[in-house]
Structure formats: C-alpha cells, structure tokens
Nanobody, 119 residues
Framework: QVQLVESGGGLVQAGGSLSLSCAAS????????VGWFRQAPGKSRDFVAD????????RYVDSVKGRFTISRDNAKNTVSLQMNSLKPEDTAVYYC????????????WGQGTQVTVSS
C-alpha cells in the first residue's frame, strides 16, 4: 500500500512562489499516476495537476497552466509542485493523491497541506 506525505505549504504574498513536495512510501510508483488536488473553504476538492510516473506525461487544470509545474524524482520517490505567480484564489488545502494507471479515480490520499496567498 502506498502512503503519501505532503510538505511545503505556508503563507505567501500574491505574486510569490511556493514548492510543495509529496513523499511516497510503501512501494514503487512505476504503475501509478500521482497528482495534486486542492480544496478551498466551502468548495469541492478539485484537480490541479498530475504526472505519470512511467513516462512523465503531465496534465494541468487551465487556471494553473504556465504558473505551476509538477515533476517527479525517481531516486527520492517524491512528486513536487512548483507554484509561481500565486494568486489569492490559489488559497486552499493541497492534497497529494495517487492511483494505479488502470484505475479511473484517485484513491490514495495524503493528509493535505495549507497554502495561503495574501493579497
């Protein structure tokens, strides 16, 4: 079973940058996609970006394209989300998630990390 632990959240001013990290343990991720989701207060948990562990194909929600970059480090078994040009509307709890590539939905979740962007 894969376990995920996020780190790197915090408070930043609008226009600033933060980097989130997701450390995976339990097994290798060669057959998984790993992604980031976020949930703002009173809103649903929404997809932000994900990456295929085997071929590094990435996907992003339109609102973060050009500002966020997802990447993986095979040696460290981690996935990172570099967030630049942050906006107040990026404020949310960010969750790392994983799923086998054969599954349609993400079913392994981390505990979440808070990102707050002040205006």
């Amino acid at each position: 079973q894969v376990q995920l632990v996020e780190s790197g959240g915090g408070l930043v001013q609008a226009g600033g940058s933060l980097s989130l990290s997701c450390a995976a343990s339990g097994r290798t991720l060669s057959n998984y996609r790993v992604g980031w989701f976020r949930q703002a207060p009173g809103k649903s948990r929404d997809f932000v970006a994900d990456i295929s562990w085997s071929d590094s194909i990435t996907r992003y929600v339109d609102s973060v394209k050009g500002r966020f970059t997802i990447s993986r480090d095979n040696a460290k078994n981690t996935v990172s989300l570099q967030m630049n040009s942050l906006k107040p509307e990026d404020t949310a709890v960010y969750y790392c998630a994983a799923k086998l590539i054969s599954k349609s939905r993400y079913d392994i979740w981390g505990q979440g990390t808070q990102v707050t962007v002040s205006s």
